[in-house]
């Protein structure tokens, strides 16, 4: 079969639906583990659990904005970029403010109930969330007072880059034109010396604030991904390469993994701190993670392009469960946390065992997200809040002509 990018990606899609759903257990497991801060905590903590999630905490962000940006390289080709700007900005912005102002509320409510900064009563609590003025909670304030989004930083994040992206489109897409003949490895050494770079001078001086004005490691570390994303989106050698070598790139990424846990678990113990703390040492560690990080995102792209890239598969024969996911992704990312925080807060008041408690709290979170999708998707309101096309699909053609009679 011959490699192409001018078609639909059908394994973007895929990988994009698969990168939420592990964000939504990655956020019920922030519920499980000790030495992260998190909304409220469970009495029952798990050191495996938080061993498992760093698997994934390097890159699971990167990759969402890896993905994002390839979409938006390949939807240039189709549409003009003030078009684009114009969607992107109704469909980012407007479904932030929705967040901000009512879907995040009651994480805020009940990390502050947990912690007993303040008495039950959340009506009254979301009048002081949306005053700027708000004399509650003074030592929370941010500029804007109580108000935050939470989880959807990525939203503003996604929306500024695809601006920067969008107004040097003509730069980037020259820029694409002149790489063709570079060897991918070139590529590759660039970008893992980027995110080097990034955290051997940032990581320290600009600890992650999700904050947008002064998060410069994130902005260096996940716009640099972004970029790339989007170049890498025009090479079609470079990802027909990354699909035959996806083996290799997880291989990488596993032994980086392991090198990561086994500094974690104090196996590495013996390397003298003075090493550690040296430039070299440092450096050593700087190219283990940039490894680690490119090594996952390739390698999911690769597996995804060569298993995915397919209307339909064997989990979805009919195509109806990715058609699904493609429209439901923004509104179950919009309620995914807040439904773990209220849902935790509920099953914690039952003391119910850990197994059973972490069970229901997936199989409640995922009911609800499926069910404030099917509400939302109903009312021309809510979908645009949300994010949706704003115009209601047709069901049924013949329905729809009685109803014009």
Known sequence: MTFTTDNRRYDLDWLRTL????????????????????????DHTSETLQN????????????????????LALAQRRSQALKLFGLRSNRLLIPLLCGMFIVVVPQ????????????????????HYINPNTALLPEHHSPIGLLTWNHLWFIP????????????????????????????????????????????????????SHALVDDWYNHAKYFSVFIAGYLFALQGNWWQKVIVYRR???????????????????????????????????????????????????????????????PTNKLDKDGSLLHYCNNAILPWYMLHQTLIVVFAAWLKALALPVAIEAVLLIALTCAGCWVGYEIVKRFWLSRWLFGLKVKLPVVNSERASSVTR
């Open 19 to 42: 990168a939420f759903g592990l964000l939504i257990l990655y956020h019920i497991g922030m519920y499980y583990v000790a030495d992260w801060g998190w909304h409220i905590k469970s």
């Open 248 to 310: 290799w790139f997880m291989l990488a990424a596993m032994l980086c993994y392991s090198l990561i846990i086994a500094d974690r678990n104090g196996l590495l113990d013996s390397i003298p701190a003075s090493f550690a703390e040296s430039v070299s040492g440092r450096l050593i560690v700087g190219v283990v993670l940039a490894l680690n990080h490119w090594g996952w995102i390739l390698a999911l792209i690769g597996y995804a392009g060569r298993y995915l890239n397919q």
């Open 52 to 71: 498992l999630m760093i698997l994934t905490n390097p890159w699971r962000m990167s990759l969402i904005f890896f993905i994002s940006a390839m979409a």
């Open 157 to 208: 994040y996604l929306w500024c880059y695809s601006v920067l992206a969008l107004l040097a489109s003509p730069v980037l897409n020259m820029l694409a034109k002149q790489l063709q003949r570079l060897p991918g490895k070139v590529a590759l050494l660039t970008a893992m010396a980027t995110l080097i770079c990034a955290w051997y001078f940032l990581r320290q001086a600009y600890p992650s």
């Open 108 to 127: 805020v409510y009940y990390e502050a109930l947990s912690q007993q900064l303040i008495e039950p009563g959340f009506i009254n609590f979301w009048w």
